[in-house]
């Protein structure tokens, strides 16, 4: 059976570090996974979450499993952080989540729920977007199509084509929106634009499904859960599917939330059921290590107060790299204006780079972005900025 197999190709983002680890220059840089990097161009581990596994390897005393639906606690305390800890979402008890294996595992839980309960449903996604986005709703053998999204002229979004198509979503279908720091663009809607989102959401009855990976990571805690709020102030019914792994750098913990919304806290109760049984038939249950560190981080506030200031780090350097990539671009004589990308916010950000460019930058300089143009804006340091920023020069000319 197995020698009828023909190769599948490589993930676009993830074998990019295959190529990349390949490579025997010294000089190269990795652009295309998103994963944040320090200013020496390492993935640190924040000190609290040093702090916050040395107190449970101290205190664990069992391995057994976790519920299906996860830690109680660590439920609660996402709630708080995603919608604020008095919301009437919160108070009403109509919110349900259940604890899953990152981001990605609470887009496939959410992926499979729709697919139980309106299995004709279409997901509409972002053009561009994420790529897994198309993979993991397909696999939950769901109908995907897209709305625009990015305005390559203005390097901002196209907010009237996109709402324009938006206006003919069916009720019932499922409208993904990405919480904040848009990947793969960077750019992000506004709050009048946010809210006429969800004012049309809630008046056609369309089910927003929020991709949240990124809080923390723009302007801040509060600031970068306006969006996911503006829809909770205007619809009854949604999902919000959470990542930790980068606002608390657990990437490879694999730490994620999938929260649903309804109109009673009944209907939570009965879609909650559903939500565990996707997850019984798919992982039974989640890992614990990753969640119980959040949950001690959230639930302590000294802890709390000290992730902040190190998250608080991690976008201050993003939005410097920002800065000093544009400025950088401009001394070694880019024809072209950058600028629009110290305005963007998250690790992402659209190049404008064409396919034969970004594959010029890797077959001449190293320089490993993704296909698209899209470059991790914290994989830049300080070091890497002038080698990074001449190679883009050179393949521009």
């Known amino acids: 059976m197995f020698e009828t197999i023909n190769p599948a190709a490589e993930d676009s983002i993830l074998g990019l570090t295959v190529e990349f680890q390949k490579d025997t220059n010294p000089k190269k840089i990795n652009l295309g996974v998103g994963v944040y990097k ?6 640190p581990v924040l000190s609290t979450v040093k702090e916050a596994e040395a107190r449970l390897l101290r205190s664990e005393a069992t391995k057994s499993y976790l519920p299906i639906d996860g830690l109680a606690s660590y439920a609660e305390l996402n709630q708080q952080i995603v919608f604020g800890s008095e919301h009437t979402i919160l108070s009403d ?9 990152g981001g990605t595992g609470a887009l496939r839980v959410a ?3 729709v697919r139980r309960i309106s299995p004709k449903a279409t997901v509409w996604l972002s053009d561009p977007t994420w790529p897994n986005h198309p993979n993991l709703f397909g696999g939950a053998a769901l109908q995907a199509s897209s709305y625009p999204y990015f305005d390559a002229d203005s390097n901002g979004v196209d907010f009237d084509r996109m709402m324009a198509v938006l206006e003919t979503i069916p009720a019932g279908d499922i409208l993904l929106l990405h919480g904040c720091c848009h990947n793969p663009t960077g750019a992000d809607l506004s709050t009048q634009q946010w809210q006429e989102v969800a004012s049309l959401c809630a008046g056609r009855g369309i089910l927003p499904l929020l991709d949240f990976a990124y809080q923390g990571f723009g302007d801040g805690l509060d600031e970068d859960a306006s969006g996911v709020r503006i829809v909770a102030d205007h619809c009854r ?6 990542s930790y792994s980068k606002n608390f750098g657990l990437y ?10 309804a109109a009673s806290s009944e209907a939570a109760e009965a879609a909650h059921s559903h939500l565990k049984i996707c997850v019984r038939t798919n992982y039974s249950n989640p890992p614990a290590h990753g969640g119980q560190i959040v949950a001690e981080i959230l639930g302590d506030p ?4 000290r992730w902040e200031v190190e998250l608080a780090d991690m976008r201050n350097r993003i939005n410097d790299m920002r800065h000093h990539f544009v400025e950088t671009l401009d001394e070694q004589g880019a024809d072209r204006d950058f600028s629009f990308i110290a305005h963007q916010r998250g690790m992402f950000s659209y190049s404008g780079l064409t396919p034969t460019q970004v594959q010029a930058l890797r077959e001449r300089h190293s320089i490993y972005i993704v296909g698209s143009g899209r470059i991790n ?5 300080e070091a890497n900025m002038e080698y990074l920023c001449a190679g883009i020069v050179d393949v521009l000319e």
Not at 38 to 43: E, K, L, N
Not at 237 to 242: G, N, P, S
Not at 302 to 305: A, E, G, K, M, S
């Open 302 to 305: 000294d802890l709390r107060q």
């Open 111 to 113: 992926a499979d729920f």
């Open 93 to 101: 008890e109509r919110a349900a989540t259940v604890q899953t294996p």
């Open 377 to 381: 804006v914290a994989g830049m340091t």
């Open 252 to 261: 490879n913990e694999r730490v994620g939330a999938l929260t649903l919304v």
């Open 237 to 242: 019914e949604f999902l919000v599917a959470t």
């Open 38 to 43: 320090d200013g020496s161009g390492q993935t």
